[in-house]
């Protein structure tokens, strides 16, 4: 039977946790039956593991080739041999040639340009093309690249998309290097290798003297967004400047980020709650997390942190926060002068100017390269773009006037915070004109249901969060008072609109469909499809007076689907609930959904926690009334026992309170409530006490 050779490669997120390659050799009729073989000696060797690796990796056995050992796992093995993507067979690794000293000789080691073309490529994106000669650690991880299929979309299309480019294989390695970097300078970011190679295919067509570097064109506007300052803040925990970052040093950041590292995420909160964050030059951020590093207590008091980033943002850029904090604690304050003299030759030209609401026009932030000369010893800050956002603008040093066209919307990360203190800071009439909103603006989560529209290729595109319309009638009855006296609908209109024409298939005399016709009635007009429309008004009462708001609901009611002709069975309901949460989210009712605060991670666990804490108290009233009434009923339940004239009426009525009282201890303790079980056990105990005292009163009166 032949021999078949499979490889494990480990996802990252386990590499990431100490997962290594393993590699096995099997006997098996076929390739498939191979791999079906390698997975199950896997799942014994391993147990619950093989979610921690990629589908292996196949070749028949031949001689020649490397082989691990016959159904016996080696790690070691998968460290000295490499697929080879070409020939689609395991190979050895090629190790330099050794000297007789036993070094390995300079002039034998494997050059970049002799790797094969995707190999090159990768190697290249991740390290550069200095040093010429191949590192044996970083082939390996440039192979890891290659087949990791959850790598970043970008650094996965540049993979794809050059050896598909036929004059790539015979560039320089220093001509690949700068396509690679054209094509990261790209802006927007290229995510797919279609759009990768046809940027290539122009660029090798272009001569030298007309490729222009990106970084040279200083006009160029880069909106600069909370996920690239995530990335900054991970790549200054890891030490890694963020103007001299390699692909490798982002792929590492990334995983930093997935892993929701503690002192990432205590920074990362930090800076993204400060107003203008995005207009802070990113060398300033490097330095001062880097300083702050040096205080092990910055990452878990979120206090001194907080302090220490107000008085460096404030004394290098001249940003101003609330009064409470202008005296910070001696820790803080110490690690800011220590940031502030390790900052204090790079910018001595800095011009902070207040423009008013919240702008700030920063001259000398971005340097000039060609008026100053710096020292050795001091800092050098890279040129960087001008950045604009809606909440600040740095300008570059000629002070040019911004226009309105030049300011981009922000990130949706502070959007629900921004919103609910702007609501709080109304006073007067506008604080009274949004009472209903601000009470009814926040939804349960528990009462959402969120549907994800996917690709073909799994990705989400669209993100529909829909809410449950009970759930908005509770909230207007709350308000407003019960339906029909507080507040309620009026059906106004209520009609059917014709929508698109019908169509039905063409069959052939071989049953077979050639083409669409208009569909037709027996009279021959059009069939078209109909969508019910209903018009309402709805009213409420509200301080004494009456509100009155018109909306529309539609339904599909006739039309076509991949079963044929359907047709809504209640389409005046679903048009009546479409219209009614309609016109309650014009008073506010879920606005938070509508506002699209929903997509926002960090507000969507806020919500959640708060309205865990919300329904926490409610299921606490309900246990104190169902307590209480429990009580009530024990109480009128035994008083009857002990007033019984028969046995047999003590027994009835005390089953029948045991039933409910057991119902009870199986509620509670289906959610683990052992103190309330505890209590009912109790009440248990003491309902046979009383039967048997009332039973024992009736066999007293038999025996006299």
Known sequence: MP???????????????????????????????????????????????????????????????????????????????????????????????????????????????ELPIDVRVAYILMYGAEPDAVDMEHLSNAYDLINDDEAEPRLRAIVDALPRVPQVKSMLVTSVEKLIEAIQAKSPAMTTWPEVKKFADSWVQTANADRTPAAANKDVTVTRTYD????????????????HAKAADVTAAKELINQRDQTWRAWSTSLRIIVGILDIDREIIFKMITAGLSYPEFSTNSDIRRKFIHKCLSERCGMTFDAEEKTASNTASKAADSQQKELSGQDKSLKVQNLGDGKFSIDGLMGNSEKTIEPANELVVAPSPSVTTTKAEVQPENNAPTTDDAITTDDFQTRASVLEKELDSKEGDAAKNLDIWKRVQRTDP?????????DNSGKVIRTVTSIRPTYQYMRATEIFGPFGIGWGVDVLEERFDPGIPLMEGIIDSAGRETGKKVMRDGDGKILTSLN?????????????????????????????????LSVEEEPSKKSLTDATTKALSSLGFSADVYLGMFEDNEYTQENEYEHSIKNASDKAEDSVRLRKELDERFKANTETMRNAVTSNEVVKICSSLTRVIGSHIKSAKAVADTEHVKYLESRLTRLEEIKAECLAKFEEEKKQ
């Open 228 to 243: 690239m300052l995530d990335n900054e803040i991970a790549l200054a925990i890891r030490g890694v400047n963020p103007l």
């Open 3 to 113: 021999l078949f050779t499979c490889g494990f490669p480990p996802k990252k997120s386990a590499a990431a946790n100490g997962t290594v390659a393993l590699a096995i050799a099997v006997e098996a009729k076929n390739a498939k039956l191979a791999e079906m073989k390698a997975t199950m000696l896997l799942e014994e060797a391993f147990p619950n593991s093989t979610s921690n690796f990629f589908k292996p990796k196949i070749c028949a056995d031949r001689e020649g080739l490397p082989r691990p050992p016959v159904d016996q796992f080696d790690a070691d093995w998968m460290t000295k041999n490499q697929w080879n993507e070409e020939t689609k067979e395991y190979e050895a690794i090629e190790l330099p040639e050794q000297d007789g000293n036993g070094e390995a000789g300079l002039t034998s080691s494997k050059t970049i340009f």
């Open 532 to 564: 019910h429309t209903m018009k309402i008004m709805l009213w409420y009462n509200h301080a004494g007076a009456r509100g009155e708001i018109i909306a529309y609901g539609h339904t599909k009611y006739l039309y076509a689907s991949k079963f044929g």
């Open 446 to 454: 528990a009462r959402t249901k969120r549907k994800d529209t996917r």
